[in-house]
């Protein structure tokens, strides 16, 4: 069974920069659908940032999409020889500050916007990790 764990959450000013990682074990990442989540105090867990294979065939290239919130700032990427996804997030505010959770799904009928939006729940889940953003 798929297992995936963050690190590299922590404390940041406003204007910078942290990069997550998610460490998978159990299976290859690179057969799965990558998102991450956010969810911050008192706030519904909100879909951030998704990796799709572009064709579930050929599984040459990923696609990746991003909710309009984080567009221009936040870069969901993944490493297969390191088994490992990321979300790089680039010019930080306080609104960003949340626990911040990858999860993974092998199902090839939906599309990132069904996991970002909640419609249809992956079916990995990491643990999380907190991110503050504050001066």
């Known amino acids: 069974q798929l297992q995936l764990e963050e690190s590299g959450g922590g404390l940041v000013h406003p204007g910078g920069s942290l990069r997550l990682s998610c460490a998978a074990s159990?299976?290859?990442?690179?057969?799965?659908?990558i998102a991450w989540f956010r969810q911050a105090p008192g706030k519904e867990r909100e879909g951030v940032s998704c990796?799709?294979?572009?064709?579930?065939?050929?599984?040459?290239?990923?696609?990746?999409y991003n909710v309009d919130s984080v567009k221009g700032r936040f870069t969901i990427a993944r490493d297969v020889e390191k088994n490992t996804a990321y979300l790089q997030m680039n010019s930080l505010t306080p609104e960003d500050a949340a626990v911040y959770t990858c999860?993974?799904?092998?199902?090839?009928?939906?599309?990132?916007?069904?996991?970002?939006?909640?419609?249809?729940?992956?079916?990995?889940w990491g643990t999380g990790t907190p991110v503050t953003v504050s001066s």
């Open positions: 999860a993974a799904d092998r199902s090839p009928y939906y599309h990132c916007s069904d996991f970002l939006t909640g419609v249809v729940r992956m079916d990995y």
């Open positions: 159990g299976g290859a990442l690179d057969r799965y659908t």
């Open positions: 990796l799709i294979k572009s064709d579930a065939v050929t599984r040459i290239d990923d696609n990746t």
